[in-house]
């Protein structure tokens, strides 16, 4: 049987023993009053709501599925998913860290990607529906007239509304220059919109009395590609002048898609016919304003990928500690039994060990992440806002890619621990498995998060932003390079950091010559930078564990023998992405299509 329980101890020891979140957070005038014993308070509330709450219906959840009603073009979700969702905004959880100027809260998003990972943990199928209304609530904050504001924003803080995303059509994915959905100008100033959106999450359920949809659609002048892209708010009720709902609007669900997993989330096929809408931000500037939602929601999956890879590794301790199957191969570890519990063989350490190293690493990355957001956001001095965002805007791709690749690893990996009971229902593991897969797909494939962050994040600016956060690890390298316990986590993060420029100033090289070798370079170049940036994050949680291991807690010397696993076991593999890296573009081209 499944269990989940709440990180929070680990949770606590970045908040307050790595970052100082409470003191950095309390230099920023909207968090002056926060305190470790507020965040800590809302954060072990927060578990018992994912524990208690949400995590018995994930397996039932991925049973049932969803219902599409064909007459009605209603979905139902699966039994105790509405309950649950009335008892989270009855907890005031959907405002956490919203702008109280619409109810919210005000608290900061580091809190909230906290809650957020423990929800994805607990069912991220479920987590889907509130999550995805938090990126509709960013980009109408950020592009909305002061009438979108006042009519969607207090809904969709309270959780009465939820929202969605409307990008892909069957046609188009990731290549949004060749969407079709056509918005038709109205004497009204409002937009009547045709056009068909495949794999929308959360699209139709009656959760809630109404959902707002963000679209992309051309206007009838609309240059072509992507330039020619504006965004409308489109209710699937019409909303009334005194903010009651009016009619239903001409956005229907035609179908539900049958998936590998998240089976619990109403992944939508809508239909929109002359659907009535209003635009976001300015005629053919509508991706600027998407990507607001789409930066918050690649952020947002990342987190999916952590959550996943929490509690895959917490199930795969607990079978692996109680399973007996042979005995050690250095002789009998449990002679009163028959065998010995399976965690006593070299490599299902290794697959666990993977999972919890990935996990917290994976964690201390979020959070450090969030926090930057939290400055970007929040900081009254303008040097600060650019430093963070520059930093954001860097690591988005890595959290978002590097962590659901890790979930993908991880997940495949506890699912092998329980060997063939891993591979059917009744232990609840393959799920986890099917879940994770689509966090490397959607919200732009991990290859479009690569391409992103060689691209335009790394060579596009010719490594500012790159040598930003080369700077924040030489000098913790050169903080620590007298420190003879430390030199087993900086020397080869010393390293590693002189090869990522080394090897980014060589595909620059390249690039001049043919951009295709971005292409052939990324993956593996963002997996090295990937490896990089947790292997700071690593060395630092190592720093603090090393200082503390002297008060006799098994929390530290944990944390120490896993960040010596990270470095001797899984950052080693960045010498052979290295070399694929530069191996380039030749191998991948040279063969005639007609041989395929």
């Not at 962050?453 to 932003?465: C, E, P, Q, S, T």
């Not at 530290?556 to 890296?581: D, Q």
Request: glycine share 10%; hydrophobic share 40%; with cysteine.
């Amino acid at each position: 049987m499944a269990q989940y329980n709440p990180p929070l101890r680990d949770m606590q020891f970045l908040m307050h023993e790595v970052f100082n979140v409470a003191g950095e957070l309390q230099a920023l005038p909207a968090h002056k009053d926060i305190d470790a014993d507020t965040i800590n308070a809302v954060l072990e509330e927060g578990g018992k709501f994912a524990s208690q709450v949400i995590f018995p219906l994930n397996r039932s959840g991925d049973e049932e599925g969803c219902t599409l009603n064909k007459e009605t073009h209603e979905v139902t979700p699966p039994k105790g998913f509405k309950e649950a969702y009335k008892q989270y905004v009855e907890g005031g959880w959907p405002s956490l860290s919203c702008d109280p100027a619409f109810g919210g809260q005000g608290l900061p998003v580091t809190v909230n990607q906290c809650i957020y990972e423990m929800l994805n943990s607990a069912n991220q199928a479920w987590t889907m529906y509130p999550g995805l209304s938090h990126g509709a609530y960013e980009a109408l904050h950020a592009h909305g007239t002061d009438e979108q504001k006042k009519t969607y924003l207090p809904k969709l803080t309270s959780g009465e509304w939820t929202g969605t995303m409307c990008l892909t059509e069957p046609h188009c994915g990731t290549d949004l220059g060749l969407l079709r959905t056509k918005a038709e100008p109205q004497a009204d100033g409002t937009y009547k919109i045709t056009g068909q959106k495949i794999f929308i999450s959360a699209g139709e359920h009656n959760m809630t009395p109404n959902i707002v949809h963000l679209v992309l659609a051309r206007l009838p002048d609309a240059p072509s590609g992507s330039k020619g892209i504006s965004l409308f708010v489109v209710p699937k009720f019409q909303v009334n002048a005194d903010g009651s709902l009016g009619k239903r609007n001409g956005i229907f669900c035609a179908g539900l898609e049958e998936k590998m997993g998240i089976h619990g989330n109403a992944t939508a096929q809508l239909v929109l016919e002359n659907a009535v809408g209003t635009l976001v931000g300015q005629p053919n500037k509508g991706l600027a304003a998407m990507f607001v939602m789409m930066n918050a929601a690649r952020l947002g999956v990342g987190n999916q990928g952590l959550g996943l890879t929490e509690v895959a590794y917490q199930n795969a301790v607990a079978y692996a500690k109680d399973r007996i199957q042979m005995r050690a191969l250095s002789g009998p570890k449990a002679p009163d039994k028959p065998a010995d519990p399976i965690i006593v063989h070299p490599d299902v350490r290794k697959m666990l060990l993977t999972a919890r190293a990935y996990a917290e690493g994976g964690r201390a990355l979020s959070m450090w992440t969030s926090l930057q957001l939290d400055k970007e956001i929040a900081s009254d001095d303008e040097d600060v806002r650019k430093e963070s965002a520059d930093l954001v805007a860097l690591i988005t791709p890595i959290v978002k890619a590097f962590l659901t690749d890790n979930a993908w690893i991880s997940t495949s990996h506890c699912m092998q621990v329980y060997g063939g009971h891993g591979f059917i229902k009744e232990w609840g593991m393959e799920q986890y498995v099917r879940d994770a897969r689509i966090n490397m797909i959607y919200e732009g494939t991990n290859t479009i998060q690569s391409l992103d962050l060689l691209g335009r994040k790394v060579l596009g600016d010719n490594g500012a932003k790159l040598k930003k956060f080369g700077k924040i690890v030489t000098e913790f390298v050169e903080a620590e390079g007298t420190n003879e316990a430390m030199q087993e986590f900086v020397n080869p993060l010393a390293d590693l950091g002189e090869k990522v420029v080394k090897l980014t100033t060589e595909i620059g090289m390249k690039a001049f010559g043919n951009q295709d070798e971005v292409g052939a370079a990324a993956v593996d170049y963002l997996r090295v930078a990937g490896h990089l940036v947790m292997g700071y994050f690593w060395a630092r949680m190592a720093k603090v564990a090393l200082e503390k291991q002297g008060s006799g807690d098994p929390f530290y010397t944990a944390k120490l023998a896993t960040a010596r696993f990270y470095f001797a076991k899984l950052l080693p593999e960045t010498a052979s992405l290295i070399r694929t890296a530069r191996a380039g573009l030749k191998p991948l081209m040279e063969m005639d299509e007609a041989l395929f």
